[in-house]
């Protein structure tokens, strides 16, 4: 069974980072391109970072530019991407999911077709 699970969420203060992890069960992410979205009450779905396959190319949503890392680890089986997070802002409340789809391009990176997600997990920003 293919499987993406999502791990890092938590309670933060403003200001505060966490990392986020998004692994791979049944099948290996080198041949995917990964992406992180979230979801906020209220609002619209959006995504928050791409990263191509070959992990050179990245793409970062504006509210979060300079302050969130995609990155990934295809080497050792470690089959697991990464969201660090830095200098969190309330409005960045949300539950986030990963995403992953099987593509032949190294580089290319969006935020359309994915075809496995994850649950998700709840980042909570708060004093």
């Known amino acids: 069974q293919l499987q993406l699970v999502e791990s890092g969420g938590g309670l933060v203060q403003p200001g505060g980072s966490l990392r986020l992890s998004c692994a791979a069960s049944?099948?290996?992410?080198?041949?995917?391109?990964i992406d992180w979205f979230r979801k906020a009450p209220g609002k619209e779905r959006e995504g928050v970072s791409c990263?191509?396959?070959?992990?050179?190319?990245?793409?970062?949503a504006d509210s979060v530019k300079g302050r969130f890392t995609i990155s990934r680890d295809n080497a050792n089986a470690k089959n697991t991407v990464y969201l660090q997070m830095n200098n969190l802002k309330p409005e960045d409340t949300a539950v986030y999911y990963c995403?992953?789809?099987?593509?032949?391009?190294?580089?290319?990176?969006?935020?359309?077709?994915?075809?496995?997600w994850g649950k998700g997990t709840l980042i909570t920003v708060s004093s």
């Open positions: 995403a992953a789809v099987p593509v032949a391009s190294l580089t290319g990176c969006s935020y359309y077709g994915m075809s496995h």
């Open positions: 049944g099948f290996t992410l080198d041949t995917y391109r």
């Open positions: 990263i191509s396959r070959s992990g050179r190319i990245t793409n970062y």
